[in-house]
């Protein structure tokens, strides 16, 4: 006996279908079976049973899959209102993000979250979404906590506030997808990265114009741009380094799958030369701790390098080159590189982290 959409309200009905019925699982399925753990009627066993059967029945190389998975990510999110017309969106002007999948199991240092400080330093204005560690040893969130930003206090009423007059908001995931702790505790638990991994760089409530997404598969690749496409982005870059790494590798090739204003997914793949930076191993480019990790951003943003740094600090770069030349602030990638250096060398990157700081505790009630 098939069960019917309809009758399917409860977790529980829709793993009973999709186990008994292996080819019948559906966009309608997954949409379903979020909306029931959403609620709260699910239980652990039945949460983590969806979890795991959406792994086995690899729906991320699915594009309507995951674009259902998306769509209902950001159902559920707490849309901030930063004035999305006249004025107030001028004085905003382009938003974009950079932010990984996590889960490549290299534990780089945190790229993207230096790479967004110095983007908007440079003048781009950067909602970067992200999260705590789960696949690392510190996540975005971590770092940016650790060096004392209160992140817990920037809701999604504050947004607005910070994008004008900071060109920088980080957007904590708890605070902007009140559901997420529902699955979290689940993903945490399992050990493996679930399909779920793909909804951060998609589901950032701000919805930014223009973004570089990092994934850590090539199988992924193609998917996730194939995704964004249907969804309306477009002048989103999703990279992946060549050892399935989720950023611009430092170490040699990355796959970029680039979407064009028209729609056109471009396929190329990139190198550090591109930047007219030098290639490093990974290695030199480990993350560590969270006490390391702060260490090494410390050393960045305040120009007191040590020879262990260089490789972080190309890596660093080209990530932020590549941000900045997909928003259009470079003309080239080379040039992005060499924008965001001489950004990195100013302190200006420096002197938003600390304004940032600052600004979190001095937040008004909105």
């Known amino acids: 006996m098939t069960i019917t959409l309809e009758e399917q309200s409860h977790l529980k009905d829709i793993l009973k279908q999709i186990v008994l019925n292996p080819g019948s699982l559906t966009p309608a399925h997954v949409v379903g079976g979020i909306r029931s753990i959403v609620r709260g009627?699910?239980?652990d066993a039945q949460i983590g049973g969806f979890l795991i059967t959406l792994k086995l029945r690899k729906i991320d190389s699915d594009p309507e899959m995951v674009v259902a998975l998306a769509q209902e990510g950001l159902r559920g999110a707490i849309v901030p209102d930063i004035g999305l017309s006249g004025k107030a969106r001028e004085d905003i002007g382009m938003i974009v993000d950079i932010i990984g999948t996590g889960g490549d199991g290299w534990n780089t240092f945190n790229v993207s979250t230096t790479s967004s400080l110095i983007a908007a330093a440079a003048g781009l204005t950067v909602a970067k979404h992200g999260s705590r560690?789960?696949?690392?040893?510190?996540?975005?969130?971590?770092?940016?906590?650790?060096?004392?930003?209160?992140?817990?206090?920037?809701v999604p009423s504050h947004v607005g506030k910070f994008l004008r007059e900071h060109r920088y908001c980080f957007i904590l995931a708890n605070n902007f997808h009140p559901s997420i702790h529902y699955v979290n505790r689940m993903w945490s638990e399992l050990g493996f990265p679930t399909p779920f991994k793909v909804l951060g760089p998609m589901t950032n409530p701000v919805v930014p114009d223009r973004a570089l997404i990092g994934v850590n598969s090539k199988v992924l690749g193609p998917v996730m741009a194939e995704a964004l496409r249907i969804m309306g982005r477009r002048n989103y870059a999703v990279v992946c380094g060549d050892e399935n790494?989720?950023?611009?590798?430092?170490?040699?090739?990355?796959?970029?799958?680039?979407?064009?204003?028209?729609?056109?997914?471009?396929?190329?793949?990139?190198?550090?030369?591109?930047?007219?930076?030098?290639?490093?191993?990974?290695?030199?480019?480990?993350?560590a701790t969270l006490e390391e990790n702060k260490a090494t951003l410390h050393r960045l943003l305040s120009n007191e390098l040590e020879d262990s740094d260089i490789a972080v600090r190309d890596f660093v770069l080209i990530n932020a080159g590549f941000l900045l030349y997909v928003a259009g602030a470079a003309s080239s990638m080379e040039e992005g590189a060499s924008i965001a250096r001489e950004t990195l060398e100013s302190g200006k990157a420096k002197v938003l982290l600390e304004n940032f700081i600052k600004a979190t505790y001095e937040l008004p009630d909105l």
């Open 41 to 43: 009627e699910a239980s």
């Open 133 to 154: 560690a789960f696949s690392s040893n510190c996540g975005s969130a971590d770092l940016l906590e650790g060096m004392g930003c209160n992140l817990k206090a920037v």
């Open 245 to 287: 790494l989720d950023e611009i590798s430092i170490a040699g090739d990355t796959h970029v799958w680039h979407i064009q204003e028209s729609g056109e997914i471009r396929n190329y793949t990139i190198h550090p030369r591109d930047f007219g930076v030098p290639a490093h191993p990974l290695s030199e480019a480990a993350g």
